[in-house]
């Protein structure tokens, strides 16, 4: 069955390669040939004897012009037709190749099939191989998905979604030390809610938590993106302003303060907040424990104050001189 396909291939090449030569006949040497013929028998004659010399030799010179085009597209044919030819020998030798090593029974043919079976195994170990990476691969990547979703967890709040405590904190040491290098402004506002307690004892902690959550989307909703927004614990939430003064970040806690004083609330509630800022390089020194500091004082001033309302710095020597002055009173 293998030797009837050999000498079947055999034969189409061969049968291609006449194909193509009797092609190169009758489309280039025939016409070639008429052409000369037609120009020779019947144009020289009609020429002007004074000019038939010239144009004779013009002539010629179309002819084997011609000619030579023609050849040029006949060995281009021809060398195709020999392709064809040595494809079909190849192709007979290499399943002549192979029926001798599937009917042979001697050693070179268990060799040879021993050798072809070690090749097939090669190739199956080989895609398992390229199965296992894929696989391995795809791991991979689920594992650093994971990793990352894990790292986003640990410094996010579970309820409002926002940075957690810790993650401010790193952020804040990266800001002071950009500022310390390249002394560019930085504030950071410390809010608190202003009578929280009381919603979570009256209406529960579910209505504490929806608070909590519209209170982290005003703060979002207001800020910019390059701004650092955290949960610092409770119902305390911390906003670190990068590339912001402390005259903008008063402009931007009276913002947030007005837009929680007017929010309808689902519960009925009135909330409002009280906010302490601290900046660099007006306030304090370029730590991060200072700046920390700085505002958290600067809170408990507002709240000492009356609460919903917005205390810098400054504002901690007059409140509490005014206590003091209350306390004489």
Request: aromatic share 10%; with cysteine.
């Amino acid at each position: 069955m293998v030797y009837d396909v050999d000498r079947e291939v055999a034969f189409v090449g061969q049968r291609v390669k006449q194909k193509i030569c009797a092609a190169l006949t009758l489309t280039a040497v025939i016409p070639l040939l008429i052409l000369t013929y037609a120009i020779y028998a019947h144009v020289v004659p009609l020429l002007d004897p004074i000019t038939a010399s010239d144009d004779l030799i013009w002539f010629e010179a179309l002819v084997i012009f011609t000619g030579l085009l023609m050849a040029a597209g006949g060995f281009v044919v021809w060398d195709l037709a020999a392709a064809v030819a040595r494809t079909a020998e190849m192709v007979t030798e290499a399943r002549r190749a192979e029926g001798v090593a599937a009917f042979r029974h001697d050693e070179v043919g268990t060799l040879m099939n021993s050798f072809s079976r070690m090749l097939a195994t090669i190739e199956d170990q080989a895609a398992e191989i390229n199965q296992f990476a894929q696989r391995l691969e795809g791991a991979y990547k689920e594992l650093e998905f994971t990793n990352a979703r894990l790292k986003e967890f640990s410094f996010k709040d579970d309820v409002t979604g926002l940075y957690n405590r810790r993650f401010f904190s790193i952020r804040l040491e990266e800001e002071v030390s950009r500022f310390r290098r390249f002394n560019h402004p930085v504030s950071m506002v410390l809010l608190d809610l202003d009578g929280f307690k009381a919603i979570n004892d009256e209406l529960g902690h579910g209505a504490g938590d929806d608070t909590l959550r519209i209170m982290a989307d005003i703060l979002m909703r207001y800020s910019r993106g390059i701004n650092v927004i955290s949960r610092w614990g409770g119902d305390e939430f911390a906003v670190l302003l990068v590339e912001t003064t402390k005259a903008g970040a008063r402009l931007y806690a009276d913002r947030i303060r007005q837009v929680l004083a007017e929010y309808p609330f689902a519960h009925g509630r009135r909330i409002t907040a009280s906010f302490g800022i601290a900046a660099l390089p007006e306030d304090v020194a370029p730590t991060a424990d200072s700046v920390l500091q700085a505002a958290d004082e600067a809170l408990y001033a507002a709240k000492r104050a009356g609460k919903n309302r917005v205390c810098l710095c400054e504002d901690i020597t007059a409140v509490s001189r005014a206590e003091s002055e209350v306390e004489r009173v």
